[in-house]
């Protein structure tokens, strides 16, 4: 390096501000290399590496950054300046104030919906001079460090209130997700620059700002009516906001439902009066994200309009309030439905939210802040399968003599908490203590069958979740249209071996209970429940199954005359035999329920190979029209089955505290059912009308975009019918009534 240079890298050193993840620099101050390089290069023999023990792979992927406006968040172009020169601490009128307020806000909500605080609220000077340097008491956290705050106060007691409260539910915020599980930088990014969200002070003193901040406001002299009510709506909304964080996992239902709730109902004048606010620009910039310790390339501002945070805030305070429902304990499966069915909700409530019930589920080893992890299975096993049994009676804990039964049921028990996948083996072990006897099969010297309660308590949730594994391809929109038919008849199989297990166990309950006639009436409810849940999880099942076999036998039909929209290029490296590999993937490790091969699912799904091959012909007409007769029928049970489902109450359905989402679940997969029975009748008269000729030229199915269905569970076609089959009229001259497409609603 000549003596010119080392004077040129000094004066640059100088003039760089090195905060953050590096260096500034010019422009003019480069030097092209690449000739002399690309020469010293050439003399290197093949595989022959320089190396230089102070410069490390760190230094090398860094100088890779360097001088790249794309990916040095420290390059400066020809005239411009390291950091804006914004006045934090210039008089704010309270026009400002509230513009300021309103998109602090957004940028809050920016960060719940995901993005990271680098580009959402660190972009605040206001934001960073009181975050950084890091303070060290609450009196610290000002806009002012060197001066102690007189006068101007909009910005140093109202704006600063809001601000510090704002940081404060991040905070809380911030906590509550790092602490559940949550899918990094898709849900949620959780980094902080090296910033500290005033984790250290006590929220009862950012109240107490909040409160001199109202007080303020409403001594203020010389202020708009209008603007003051503004001002209090938004340092109002944020109290109540910073209270019910605070202590969201306090399980007062009824107090946290009641702060939600005020928080709700503040938005309306939020939103009204936005338009008082004075925008401030200029108080944000991307350019902070030079002073964050971060190794991410520099990112554009993240900018929503405050009517899209209004309405995400307005979900979020409605979800917060609902969540506290699941507080009220109706039984393990009412818990679960609850959940799935909040979880399902469109649109997906906030990650915030949906980590508060996890934590509200399950913290400190308690469920619902009050139920023990054994008293919740023992209340499962009770409600499916072993209402008022000796091996669930909380009694058994208190008995201390090895010798005595209830002792061992007791250890037993406390094992299989422990060893769910030894239920099989826990099950023989019991029957010494609880004198069980076996059904015959065929008479008194049949085959014994012994009920096995533990283990059929484990493959009923076996089968539940390997139904639902299927069910979230539809939804997601993982299967291709080839690949529906198959799909629906391996959910169909799936259903039908819930069914006959269910079945199995309403056998051997209905036997216990008709052994004896000395039931308490605390024992009769229980059997009662177990009754009421058997039969309601049945008629479920079978709505479930009927309605696959519907739609399954419906794109075989269609499938096979080639109706279905195909895909817009041949997949080069994919085979239906690895697809189906893919698509079991999650499954195959099970031994029962048996995962069907693709020749098992390709023979299912296909019209008869004699029938091949004569497109057109009479033989297949016969066969199509047989698969479209077994589709129109299973549609019309599944309709029936489902009709009778939703005429459940709450309790017998387990539905609680989620009846009104769960029913208009159900009602949308009644519409499908309609739509799905129209379509069959579709294709039969086409079928039936097409005189010999191909019939996709006169029908085609239109598949319904993603989330755009019905249900997301079942994707039902339609068709489109050519004015060249004029015959097809007829069918739509019936007393159906087509729904209209339905709002997007949770699953049942």
């Known amino acids: 390096m000549t003596a010119e240079q080392d004077r040129n890298s000094a004066e640059r050193d100088e003039r760089s501000s090195c905060t953050g993840r590096g260096t500034t620099y010019r422009r003019k101050d480069t030097q092209d290399i690449s000739t002399a390089f690309q020469h010293a290069a050439s003399v290197l023999d093949t595989g022959q590496l320089v190396k230089d023990p102070y410069f490390t792979l760190f230094e090398a992927v860094g100088a890779l950054e360097i001088m790249d406006p794309k990916m040095d968040s420290g390059f400066l172009a020809e005239g411009e300046i390291f950091e804006d020169e914004f006045d934090v601490l210039k008089e704010l009128l309270p026009e400002e104030t509230i513009g300021l307020m309103d998109q602090i806000l957004c940028y809050e909500m920016a960060w719940h919906m995901g993005y990271p605080l680098s580009q959402s609220l660190f972009t605040s000077y206001h934001i960073d001079r009181l975050l950084w340097p890091e303070p060290k008491t609450l009196e610290d956290a000002n806009f002012d460090r060197q001066a102690p705050k007189t006068g101007n106060g909009m910005l140093n007691v109202v704006f600063r209130a809001y601000c510090i409260a704002l940081i404060k539910c991040c905070d809380y915020v911030h906590k509550r997700i790092l602490a559940e599980h949550y899918y990094e930088e898709e849900d949620f990014v959780s980094n902080l620059y090296n910033r500290n969200l005033l984790a250290n002070f006590d929220a009862i003193k950012v109240q107490v700002l909040l409160h001199d901040a109202m007080r303020f406001t409403e001594q203020y002299s010389g202020m708009d009516k209008a603007l003051r009510h503004a001002i209090l709506n938004r340092l ?171 002792f061992q049921m007791a250890k037993e028990m406390n094992g299989f908490i422990l060893r769910v996948g030894d239920a099989e083996n826990l099950d023989v072990e019991l029957r010494k203590y609880t004198g069980e006897k076996p059904l015959r099969e065929g008479g008194p010297t049949g085959t014994e069958i012994w009920s096995f309660p533990l283990s059929s308590w484990a493959y009923y949730y076996k089968l539940r979740q390997t139904e639902w594994i299927v069910q979230l391809g539809f939804e997601l929109g993982i299967y291709q249209n080839d690949e529906l038919s198959a799909m629906y008849w391996h959910l169909s199989q799936l259903t039908g071996a819930k069914i006959q297990h269910l079945e199995r166990i309403q056998t051997f309950v209905t036997r216990r209970f008709r052994q004896s006639r000395r039931w308490s009436a605390k024992q009769k409810h229980s059997f009662k429940q177990c009754f009421s849940f058997l039969e309601a999880t049945l008629t479920e099942a079978s709505a479930t199954q009927w309605f696959a076999i519907s739609l399954s036998k419906l794109y075989t039909a269609l499938s096979h005359f080639t109706l279905l929209p195909t895909r817009p290029q041949p997949l080069p490296y994919s085979t239906p035999e690895l697809r189906h590999a893919l698509r079991m993937r999650p499954l195959m490790q099970l031994s029962i329920p048996e995962v069907p091969s693709h020749a098992e699912l390709a023979s299912a799904t296909s019209i008869s190979s004699e029938a091949q091959g004569t497109d057109g012909g009479s033989t297949t007409e016969r066969q199509v029209l047989s ?85 997301d569970f079942w994707i039902v076609p339609k068709h489109l019918v050519s004015a060249q089959l004029p015959k097809l009229e007829a069918i739509f001259a019936t007393d159906v009534i087509v729904p209209a497409a339905p709002p997007q609603s949770c699953l049942y």
């Open 236 to 406: 109002t909304l944020r109290r109540q906001m910073l209270k019910a964080i605070q202590l969201d996992l306090d399980h007062d239902k009824a107090a946290h439902i009641q702060l939600w709730k005020g928080c709700a109902n503040l938005l309306p004048e939020l939103r009204q009066t936005q338009t008082l606010g004075k925008s401030t620009g200029e108080a944000f910039s991307m350019k902070l994200q030079r002073k964050l310790a971060s190794s991410v390339p520099p990112r554009p501002m993240v900018e929503i309009t405050f009517e899209d945070a209004h309405t995400f805030l307005h979900t979020l305070c409605r979800d917060a309030a609902d969540v506290y429902h699941v507080l009220d304990y109706h039984g393990c499966c009412n818990v679960m439905n609850f959940t799935y069915v909040f979880q399902s909700r469109k649109p997906q409530p906030a990650i915030y939210i949906r980590c508060l019930l996890q934590s509200l589920i399950f913290h400190d080893m308690k469920v619902l802040g009050k139920i023990t992890i054994t008293k919740l299975i023992h209340d499962d096993l009770a409600e499916l399968m072993l209402p008022a049994d000796v091996l669930l009676d909380s009694a058994n804990s208190n008995v201390e003599a090895p010798h005595d039964p209830r």
């Open 627 to 711: 698969v479209l007769d077994i589709a129109e029928e299973a549609s019309k049970v599944a309709r029936k089955e489902w009709e009778a489902l939703s005429k459940l109450d709450a309790e017998a359905a387990r539905r609680v505290n989620c009846e009104e989402w769960w029913r208009k679940s159900v009602k949308d997969v009644i519409r499908a059912c309609i739509i799905c029975s129209i379509t069959i009748a579709t294709t039969k008269k086409g079928l039936q009308n097409a005189e010999g000729k191909p019939l996709r030229n006169f029908l085609q199915a239109e598949m319904p975009e993603d989330g755009k269905s019905y249900h």
